[in-house]
């Protein structure tokens, strides 16, 4: 049974940066990708970034240029660092694995990221 463990998150103020990680444990095998997906009060579940086990990534239109995913597959990890946070960036970020080959999917709970002075 895969489990996917996040951690980071919490009050920043704008122009700050915080830094989520979600680990992922019970093993997995075959491509992948794995990433953040993010849910503001009352809108739609949205992609953050994602990156792909031959390592491809791809960005949501409003974080680009401003966050950068990158992942550890010795630990099975990936990292969400989020630099010039806005307040629109405000949301509960989930992590997110799909396994490709086995077509199955998992989610974390999610952290609260909330950006305000």
């Known amino acids: 049974q895969v489990q996917l463990v996040e951690s980071g998150g919490g009050l920043v103020q704008p122009g700050g940066s915080l830094r989520l990680s979600c680990a992922s444990s019970?093993?997995?095998?075959?491509?992948?990708?794995m990433g953040w997906y993010r849910q503001a009060p009352g809108k739609q579940r949205e992609l953050v970034a994602a990156?792909?086990?031959?390592?491809?990534?791809n960005y949501g239109g409003s974080v680009k240029g401003r966050f950068t995913i990158s992942r550890d597959n010795a630990k099975n990890t990936v990292h969400l660092q989020m630099n010039r946070l806005k307040p629109e960036d405000t949301a509960v970020y989930y992590c997110?694995?799909?396994?490709?080959?086995?077509?199955?999917?998992?989610w974390g709970q999610g952290p609260q990221v909330t950006v305000s002075s």
């Open positions: 997110n694995l799909r396994l490709l080959l086995v077509k199955e999917e998992y």
């Open positions: 019970g093993g997995f095998f075959g491509t992948y990708a």
């Open positions: 990156i792909t086990s031959d390592g491809g990534s």
